[in-house]
């Protein structure tokens, strides 16, 4: 083992340029693909431009929603009258129907 010595490798300025060379465009590639990442101040105020759309259009749409389910639980109220107007009727109809000895089909 005494015997046995690594030869060391002979380093050259070109070598060690070559090598830093590398590692530089290694590097302009990993803050290349960081730059590409992030967002500018001009995506930011188009991301805040589509926001405030879509907020604007949501309102509508709740708005809408607003008006459909008045108008449902205006029809639902009517609905509800109708139903004990009819049930009214159904009892008069069975009472003038006894009185008058008319057999009623249901």
């Not at 290349?32 to 759309?53: F, Q, S």
Request: glycine share 2%; proline share 0%; net charge positive.
């Amino acid at each position: 083992m005494a015997g046995t010595r690594k030869k060391k490798k002979k380093v050259t300025l070109e070598t060690l340029s070559a090598q830093i060379d590398s590692k530089f465009d290694v590097l302009d590639m990993k803050i290349d693909r960081v730059i590409d990442a992030m967002a500018t101040k001009d995506d930011i105020t188009r991301l805040e431009k589509r926001m405030d759309a879509f907020d604007e259009r949501l309102k509508r749409v709740i708005i809408a929603l607003d008006h459909v389910k008045s108008g449902f639980d205006n029809m639902a109220l009517e609905y509800a009258a109708i139903s004990a107007k009819l049930a009214r009727y159904e009892k008069w109809f069975e009472i003038l129907a006894k009185k008058t000895g008319v057999k009623l089909h249901h």
